[in-house]
């Protein structure tokens, strides 16, 4: 353990301007709580330091419970503003008062190893270090309404953290000012130089990406960071490990499914297959049952249920018969149900992984497949719904966005589509592999 370096983690905050019904610190992401995200970021680099979170004082156990494996990391209640939650973290850190202190937002995720290097070697040769980077866009001073003064931009940043400073001399500057007067600022960098005005605070500059999840907006540009990081990071993933996985697919004879079905048992799960081929309707519950009780009894339990089966019908709506729309709901969805509602009993039982498929439609509604893109926009707000739902139950649920795959299903109904631009149901079905095998749970995997 490192005692020169200790960090707060600041993330007691309320998340009003998120506008949802959780502070914006505990909203899953990429099959994590941004907050575990940013600690993370502060972990990868920074491995052997005390970390102090501060959480709202009624999630102080579940904060606690979410890194409990993590011996150096300390939770406290958090105080009623950012800089009464930053002063409870340095009493904390008091009994054995680290040389310097880094203090960061416990929703800035992104935080990236160039930053967090650039503020550590300032902060041996300046007394304290903020981030910041240039504003793009003109900055307005405001006065009753109407424009006061527009200060031009060159010397203008916008401010970011982590923010760093010798331990005593920013508890010092709290215990000048007084708690009464805390909410005169907005950061400690503010706080630090109203009692050192003579001081020099060395700025690093920071990283577009660096970004503070606060509004809803927010929180569509980080899915889609993180899904951009991944598929940077798949380039050279090490293999699975799939021996002894006890796997049931439903939709398992054709296409992806049939492909998953080959690579686990080739990799030595034991797997049983279940379409209608087979005798297995997702859209009868009943089936759907008997399908994983044999299983169940035939392996001695059960570590994955994966639901592969789909249906696309093509055609413009007011063509299509009111059989055709239910059809696709009946299988796409109400099989989706039924599938989770009889997996949750045996998931349990082994801390298992639920893993869905959805389609790279489901993002914007496509003319042909109307029905099609509604059903799998569904499925991804049923994955991150079950995801938060069964976490207590230890049950990991996740869902696989493939890209145009070369399946019967797409062949039938898209056949001007030459193969070359189709990916392979395998390379799709070694993505889902990895999935399952992993400790993820709400993400969503795109392949495209």
């Known amino acids: 353990m490192r005692k020169d370096v200790a960090c707060i983690l600041l993330a007691g905050g309320s998340g009003s301007r998120m506008a949802g019904d959780q502070p914006k610190q505990f909203v899953r992401i ?5 907050l575990e995200h940013s600690l993370g970021a502060l972990r990868q680099h920074l491995p052997l330091v005390r970390i102090v979170v501060t959480a709202p004082f009624a999630d102080v156990d579940k904060v606690a419970r979410m890194f409990q494996h993590d011996p150096l990391v300390q939770v406290i209640a958090g105080g009623v503003s950012r800089q009464a939650s930053t002063l409870k973290g340095l009493k904390a850190l008091a009994d054995d008062a680290p040389h310097n202190i880094v203090i960061h937002d416990g929703a800035r995720p992104f935080l990236d190893g160039r930053t967090l290097s650039d503020v550590m070697e300032a902060l041996e040769e300046y007394e304290a270090v903020d981030v910041a980077i240039p504003t793009a866009d003109t900055i307005i001073a405001e006065r009753d309404g109407f424009i006061e003064s527009i200060p031009k931009r060159k010397h203008l940043l916008r401010g970011q953290t982590p923010q760093a400073f010798r331990y005593k001399d920013l508890v010092s500057c709290y215990r000048t000012l007084g708690e009464q007067k805390l909410e ?9 130089l109203a009692c050192n005005p003579d001081a020099r605070v060395r700025i690093v500059k920071g990283s577009e990406e660096n970004i503070k999840v606060t509004y809803p907006i927010d929180l569509i540009l980080a899915d889609e960071m993180f899904r951009l990081r991944s598929q940077t990071s798949n380039v050279d993933k090490p ?10 697919i439903f939709g398992g004879t054709r296409g992806i499914g049939k492909a998953m079905a080959d690579i686990l048992l080739g990799g030595g799960a034991q797997v049983s297959v279940c379409s209608r081929e087979s005798g297995c309707d997702i859209t009868r519950e009943i089936d759907v ?6 299983a169940a009894d035939e392996f001695g339990g059960i570590d994955v249920v994966v639901n592969a089966a789909g249906l696309l019908k093509n055609g413009k709506l007011h063509e299509q018969t009111a059989a055709d729309a239910a059809e696709q709901i009946n299988i796409n969805l109400i099989g989706a149900l039924n599938v989770a509602r009889q997996a949750h009993v045996w998931l349990e039982q082994t801390q298992g992984s639920l893993l869905f498929f959805a389609s790279s439609s489901y993002t914007r509604g496509r003319a042909g497949s109307a029905v099609y893109s509604a059903t799998k926009a569904a499925i991804v707000n049923l994955t991150q719904g079950l995801s938060e739902e069964w976490a207590e139950d230890g049950i990991r649920v996740n869902c696989i966005v493939p890209g ?12 001007a589509e030459s193969q070359e631009s189709l990916f392979n149901p395998y390379q799709i079905a070694l993505s889902a592999s990895r999935v399952i095998c992993g400790d993820n749970s709400g993400q969503l995997e795109r392949v495209n």
């Open 30 to 34: 990429a099959g994590k709580t941004i």
């Open 184 to 192: 005169q600022f907005t950061d400690d960098c503010g706080i630090f």
């Open 239 to 248: 293999g699975v490990n799939l021996r002894g996985k006890r796997v049931v």
């Open 289 to 294: 049952q008997r399908a994983l009780r044999s």
């Open 404 to 415: 145009r795959t070369d399946t019967d299903m797409r062949t039938s109904n898209f056949k």
